[in-house]
């Protein structure tokens, strides 16, 4: 018979994990619990389900930037003005996910620590280079999401650590971001292939930096730092879009499965980049583009930023 604990601090929450070997956490349940009945594996023996530890809901502003408690819900930050307006792909990426039941349960730590190579959240969140917190009765730790993430199903936290924080680090002026995918369908769908993409322009108007990391393209998502190198300098139009977002393909190995071929997963690598690059310039030009960016792409050309 499975254990059932509901702490109501993230401490308390660590304790736990701590004195029960083999527990796993809960948050939405809805990674967890569905892939229960799904019988892709076994219900945990003891579960700590942490949605009454009110701790891990926090949001915090200050002068690095915006730490969201692990229990953040997509439907909260695809809801955020905060979040749309500074860190956009994240919001892209959160109204994406599942049903409106889904970004209302499903939370931000569950999304990372679930590791799915297909999440949607982890690719903005490498180019925004944000780090987690993780807890446990050794203390607390910091880790880049970068190195958080270990391959499909992996993460770098021992099995006693509870994410209780993400940190959006703030960003320069004139920078904007956005998160594209290609899915089969509009609802209850897993990215085919996904990119994010980060521009901030220059006084000249050309790309002062720019940073693009992809999902669902490789065991974890990863950055396509050939494509970021190339379009530093460049002016920020449809030409220096594509001819970076053909170099980024060189950065995984797709594989095929039920929703795609590598082949096709390939191909269709270097359309989303240049699409979330095209959103990512606009939005740093200063263009309204609303969330999410996959249902209001702007039409590209060569020698405009969209
Ligand atoms: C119908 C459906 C559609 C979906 N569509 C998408 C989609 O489009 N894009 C997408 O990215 N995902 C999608 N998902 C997956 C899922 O909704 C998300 O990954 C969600 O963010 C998971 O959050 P959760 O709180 O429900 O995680 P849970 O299921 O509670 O937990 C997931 C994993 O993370 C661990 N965990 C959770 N919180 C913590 C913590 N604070 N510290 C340590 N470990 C923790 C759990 O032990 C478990 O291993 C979908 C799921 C469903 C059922």
């Not at 939405?28 to 009110?54: F, Q, S």
């Not at 509870?162 to 971001?177: I, K, N, Q, Y």
């Not at 995984?252 to 997963?265: G, L, M, W």
Request: a neutral charge; charged letters at 20%; one cysteine or more.
């Amino acid at each position: 018979m499975s254990r059932y604990f509901a702490p109501t601090t993230a401490a308390e929450a660590a304790a736990l994990l701590a004195e029960h070997g083999g527990a796993r956490v809960v948050a939405g349940g809805t990674d967890l619990v569905v892939a229960a009945r799904g019988g892709k594996h076994r219900m945990p023996e003891v579960l700590i389900a942490i949605h009454g530890a009110t701790d891990l809901a926090s949001l915090v502003e200050n002068e690095d930037g915006v730490r969201l408690g692990a229990l953040t819900s997509h439907a909260w930050i695809e809801r955020s003005p905060l979040i749309g307006s500074h860190w956009s792909a994240l919001a892209d990426a959160s109204a994406l996910v599942g049903s409106p039941a889904t970004r209302a349960n499903g939370t931000l730590g569950g999304n990372l620590m679930n590791a799915s190579p297909a999440m949607d959240t982890g690719a903005p969140l490498l180019v925004f280079e944000a780090d987690v917190e993780l807890l446990s009765l050794r203390g607390t730790r910091t880790v880049p999401v970068a190195d958080l993430l270990a391959g499909a199903g992996r993460t770098t936290a021992e099995p006693d650590e509870l994410l209780t924080s993400v940190r959006l680090p703030d960003l320069p002026p004139a920078t904007g971001s956005a998160y594209v995918r290609l899915e089969h369908r509009r609802a209850m769908e897993i990215a085919v292939v996904g990119a994010a993409a980060l521009v901030t322009l220059g006084d000249d108007g050309r790309v002062a930096d720019c940073r693009v990391a992809l999902s669902a393209a490789a065991p974890t998502c990863v950055r396509a730092r050939e494509a970021e190198d190339l379009l530093r300098g460049l002016r920020p139009d449809g030409a220096s879009f594509r001819d970076a977002a053909a170099l980024a393909t060189g950065a995984v190995q797709p594989i095929t499965d039920v929703r795609a071929s590598a082949r096709y997963r390939r191909a269709m690598i270097s359309v989303v980049v240049s699409r979330a690059l095209a959103v990512a310039a606009a939005r740093a030009a200063g263009t309204d583009i609303a969330v999410p960016a996959n249902r209001n792409l702007p039409t590209v050309t060569a020698g405009s930023t969209g």
